[in-house]
């Protein structure tokens, strides 16, 4: 039998890259994370152009029971103190869960539930995460090169930003070369 073997997607481990798409991408800029860093001042210094993270996803399809699949690449960098992080959000539906898998560099997942208790998880290549329904996620990259992490979520899932418009109960800062978490009351 002339069997032909389908060449599929693939993510290339030491950049986190993937490659025989066809791909969706985004980047997320300092400007376009109005009010994410507890300095908005300080983010306003900031050359907004500056890329925070960029997302890759399989262009794959939406329909109920189908699964997506994305890195997000995420770099290095402050913003007064704080670590570059993703906006973070909760899944439109609550219910639906995720799996993010480290690839490349280091830092912290910040998973919080929806009354607002919160835990960091270490990310590193090949840290494995699941993140359970009703549980907001946000990538913070502690260290000083790309954090690439990829995920797998359901297609219905989608993303609600607003329900944490006030942010994370828990923020991470880089202080003496050191990481420090602080608790936020307004979270
Ligand atoms: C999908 C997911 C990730 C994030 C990505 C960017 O459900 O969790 O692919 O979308 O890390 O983060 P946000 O969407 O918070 O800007
Ligand atoms: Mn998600």
Known sequence: MNLTFIQPPQVEWA???LAKGPLLRKSTRIQDLIEVFADEPARQQLAGEHVVYDVEMLATSSAEGELYTGVT????GHVGGEYFMTRGHFHARREQGEVYFGLRGKGLLLLQNEHGQARLENVFAGSIHI?????????????????SALAVWPAIAGHDYAALAKGFTLRVFEENQQ??????QNG
Not at 73 to 76: G, W
Request: glycine share 10%.
């Open 15 to 17: 950049s986190g890259a």
């Open 73 to 76: 690449h995420l770099y290095p």
């Open 131 to 147: 993140i359970p329904g009703f549980t907001a996620h946000r990538l913070i990259n502690t260290g000083n090169e790309v954090l």
């Open 179 to 184: 990481i420090l978490v602080r608790e936020v």
